[in-house]
């Protein structure tokens, strides 16, 4: 249509459609992909074909915690039943050995009083171990036995107390239960700051308990191939989060935007907003710290697909200053605002070779002021070659 304005030679259309049309590769239909770690921070790997299962009896209190709630609550249970009908059958035979099962032995001393049956032996255990004491039953001095079984019940009962209880409290104590309140963005987002692309997302803790040592890590997760033909299908690289302080930490006291410089050293480096696309990476972010009431290491993970990462986007801010002190409006969290901007890699961006038509016709003062640089370091560099070369053929004449 603008050809037949006469605003632009059919020709010059032409040429531009098929240097579009060639600027970018073709790539095949992408088939989604498993996620290595889901939304929520559940990895998802499944352990298969495990033969040396007694690994998991070496340390059981571990494997207890790791448990189900269903199976650790079954597992409690019948273990206070059997430790009670365990006992239960040991004073059974003691007032058996010894005759107090009889009534017609009804005049002498028992081991145990008021024991007739199995039934009340039952209840005499339950009452020894859990310290109960209606006062109906009692050891007496007739019996070693019986004060030696006593004594090894009362011990059994207070180990299997701690055992079982310490196994609940570290399940209702786990650090995941800390990370239900560490959020992360639904969208990461690809934008310029300060003439460099950034690789961003924002975290925050809903909690006024903080964070202690907080600390922040970025992995790709993506498959790869070797130059020997190993082929890698789980390859993670750690990609550097943009601190000044040089280090991962941060102070979450309100959310942040964490970003990562796009430069030489970046897997994003050579991506462009077409490419990236069409990638099959999967870009992990990792929140870990120490809680500030309890003191045990928490850690928050989420992931980020090429599809849920939005280029030209920068996060809404929602930080205001409100009667002295600051207001954070987390309904505003997540959104992201379109902003305009190149959509070439990063390493196109750093040597000037976008095409301002083909990025939709914006061409910022600070695009223009790179290609400058580069320009002139290129003309720089000619002009120390001629001289060079100038001075070389004088020194040979």
Same mark, same amino acid.
């Given at each position: 249509m603008l050809a037949r304005k006469g605003l632009i030679h059919e020709e010059y !259309? #032409?040429?531009? !459609?098929?240097?579009? $049309? *060639? %600027?970018?590769?073709? +790539?095949? %239909? $992408?088939?989604?992909?498993?996620?290595?770690?889901? &939304?929520?921070?559940?990895?998802?790997?499944?352990? &298969?074909? =495990?033969?040396?299962?007694?690994? @998991?009896l070496q340390d059981v209190f571990t494997t207890m915690v790791d448990l189900k709630w269903q199976h650790s609550l079954l597992i409690f249970t019948m273990t206070f039943i059997c430790s009670w009908m365990l006992f239960a059958m040991a004073w059974?035979? =003691?007032?058996?050995?010894?005759?107090?099962?009889?009534p017609k032995r009804s005049n002498s001393i028992p081991c145990v009083t008021n024991i007739q049956s199995f039934t009340s032996a039952f209840l005499f255990s339950i009452e020894v171990q859990v310290t109960i004491g209606f006062g109906g039953r009692m050891v007496t001095e007739q019996c070693p036995l019986a004060i030696t079984i !006593? #004594? =090894?019940?009362? #011990?059994?009962?207070l180990i299997i107390n701690a055992v079982m209880l310490g196994c609940i409290f570290m399940k209702t104590a786990q650090a995941n239960r800390r990370a239900e309140t560490l959020i992360f963005s639904k969208h990461a987002v690809i934008a310029c700051r *300060?003439? $460099?692309?950034? @690789?961003? @997302?924002?975290?925050? *803790? !809903?909690? $006024?308990s903080m964070i202690i040592s907080a600390s922040i890590k970025i992995q790709v997760v993506k498959k790869t191939t070797t130059d020997e033909g190993e082929v890698i299908p789980i390859s993670q690289v750690d990609i550097q989060v943009e601190n000044p302080v040089g280090t991962n930490s941060i102070f979450l006291v309100s959310p942040l935007i964490i970003s990562h410089t796009i430069d030489e050293k970046?897997? @994003? +480096?050579?991506?462009?907003? +077409? *490419?990236?696309?069409?990638q099959d990476l999967e870009v992990v972010a990792i929140l870990e710290g120490v809680v500030e009431t309890t003191g045990i290491t928490t850690q928050a993970r989420t992931s980020y697909l090429p599809e849920e990462i939005l280029w030209g986007h920068r996060f809404v801010p929602i930080v205001t200053e409100e009667e002295g002190r600051y207001s954070v409006d987390y309904s505003k969290f997540g959104k992201t605002v379109k902003v305009r901007g190149p959509l070439c890699s990063a390493k196109d961006l750093m040597e000037g070779r976008y095409n301002p038509v083909s990025e939709g016709g914006h061409t910022s003062r600070m695009f223009k002021r790179r290609r400058v640089e580069n320009h002139e370091a290129s003309l720089s560099e000619k002009k120390i070659a001629r001289e060079t070369s100038s001075h070389d053929s004088l020194s040979d004449s």
């Open positions: !259309l #032409i040429t531009r !459609l098929v240097e579009d $049309k *060639d %600027a970018h590769p073709q +790539y095949r %239909a $992408k088939t989604r992909k498993a996620r290595f770690v889901s &939304k929520n921070g559940a990895c998802n790997v499944a352990h &298969k074909n =495990i033969r040396e299962q007694g690994r @998991f059974w035979l =003691i007032a058996f050995a010894h005759g107090d099962l009889d !006593l #004594i =090894i019940q009362n #011990i059994s009962g *300060d003439g $460099k692309y950034r @690789f961003m @997302f924002r975290v925050g *803790d !809903l909690r $006024k970046s897997p @994003f +480096y050579n991506f462009s907003a +077409y *490419d990236l696309c069409h």
